[in-house]
């Protein structure tokens, strides 16, 4: 690292001592750490290899912050996956703006709790008005709103919360035979996981040939289970990147007073790119939905933006009350009512700030951008005499085979690429069959490196 330019010192800290020397090595390494492009081969070691190189590092004396700092730098930081670097096509993975990065920096710096107006008024001011960009989006009224939770599986769980709460409010209670909620087997695991929280059964409805969530599917169990509380669209399927039937599903769930939740964690990014925005119609009609701008609209971890169609029925849920908190303004707009959690940081900030930086248009062409990446690699993939798209893609994941692996071909190709640092691309399967996926959200990845590397698989 180099020398840092020094920064003012603190005032007088009796415990600490004065540790302006370390917030100043801190902040030029974060600095330097944004700016940088990321190393491709950073990765995974075991925690004994990281003992044996870290040393020592939870003291009864400390080792002091520049050591400490050090052992990040040298040791941990290495052996983290950089996810930005534009060849991680694992998974989802995130590509945050600079702007944003830099500004969760900030965020922490300004150290505001985010759970309460009358604590961090400026703070959720900023936050509703990226809320509000994606609500309009959504084309919802301006009553929509909520607030931003750590990832998708909170906001899933908190959305799916607020809807069986109001389901046992308007039908007066709960059913002898517990609730139920509806989704298709490609819905997110976290779907699955929430149903378990909130003690609900999950009917599973089948979808269609092409993997989407369909009206006349949902009618069909609508009519032979009568408790479902809520189903759940997904506005981008993670392993395929679908997006349901969304107008015929909003039509189903309004005949049969059923609650609508879409889960856009990783697809809702979409709304945002005018060449696949047609595919989300119906989602206006909706009820509430998520999106996680640590996926695919360029913020850092951990970032989940949940709105809710009418937010005071999340209110009615989520609030919590104690008598340390009686004197708490209910009439300003209060995040921690709205989700599972009470304190919380202002997590949306980050995107707040490379919304405001680089405008909504810029938004739209970076999306537009890795859908225009992953069709280049699709017509080079549907054009190659040994690749075969397996399914049609929607949005930017893709799903292809090479005629003649099997699983343990894909394993050894992906792994050999891993460790190489060529690019991060894992199985996965399809209808029983091991395929290879791509997931594109970075808008600096390069079509063309994409491609020379796939000729691997010859
Ligand atoms: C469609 C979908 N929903 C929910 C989630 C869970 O989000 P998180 O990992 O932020 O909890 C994911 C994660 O990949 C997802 O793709």
Redesign the pocket.
Known sequence: MNEPDAIDATPDHSVWGDESDIVTLAVQWSAERVVRHTDPLSTARTASELARDAGPTITAAGIGGEAALRVFDRVLEPATRSQDDPMNLA??PSAPTRAAVAFDLVTSAANIFGGLWEAGAGAIYAENEALAWIARMLGWPDTAGGCFV?????G?LSALMTARETAKARRGGRPPGGWQLACTTTA?S?IHSAARTLDVDVVTVPTDARDHLTGPALRAVLEAHPDVFAVVA?A???NEGLVDDLSDIADVCREFGVWMHV?G???GAGLAAPSVRPLFAGIERADSF?V?P??WLFAPF?C?ALVYREPELARATHTQHASYLDNIDRESWNPSELALHLSRRARGLPLWFSLATHGTDRYSVAVEQSLSTAREVADAIRESDFLRLVAEPELSVLLFERPGWSAEDYAEWSHRMAVAGTILCVPTTWHDAAVLRLAFVNPETDPARVIEVLETLR
């Open positions: 998974y989802i750590s990832g998708g599986t909170s899933n997110h976290s997904s981008g399927t993670t889960d964690a990783y697809g998520i996680d640590h996926k951990d989940c």
